[in-house]
């Protein structure tokens, strides 16, 4: 069974930075991909950054290019989310997910954190 687990959620005004860490474990798993998603109320659930687990390659979505920086450690099997110069727009709850098998790294995922809180006041 695979779980993830994120952490490092907050309140922040509009300009600070906060960091996002998720832990995925999981008997012999070792994901092709890990992102970050973030839902605001009332609304879907985006993709905002994606990194491939062995090369390290990263995507993200223009309303995050250039504030927000994806990272993982395989050795610890934990993925970041260092998010600086925050936005109002940037409030929602943040979840990390892990994709297994190959594909877009923008694409569909398989499994899903909780959730953390992320609040951003202007």
């Known amino acids: 069974q695979v779980q993830l687990v994120e952490s490092g959620g907050g309140s922040v005004q509009a300009g600070g930075s906060l960091r996002l860490s998720c832990e995925v474990s999981g008997r012999t798993f070792r994901p092709f991909a890990a992102g970050w998603f973030r839902q605001a109320p009332g609304k879907e659930r985006n993709i905002v950054a994606a990194?491939?687990?062995?090369?390290?390659?990263?995507q993200y979505a223009d309303s995050v290019k250039g504030r927000f920086t994806i990272s993982r450690d395989n050795a610890k099997s934990m993925v970041y989310l260092q998010m600086n110069s925050l936005e109002a727009e940037d409030t929602a709850v943040y979840f990390c997910?892990?994709?297994?098998?190959?594909?877009?790294?923008?694409?569909?995922?398989?499994?899903w954190g909780q959730g953390t809180q992320v609040t951003v006041s202007s």
């Open positions: 990194i491939h687990w062995n090369y390290g390659g990263t």
């Open positions: 997910g892990v994709r297994r098998n190959i594909g877009p790294l923008m694409g569909a995922y398989d499994y």
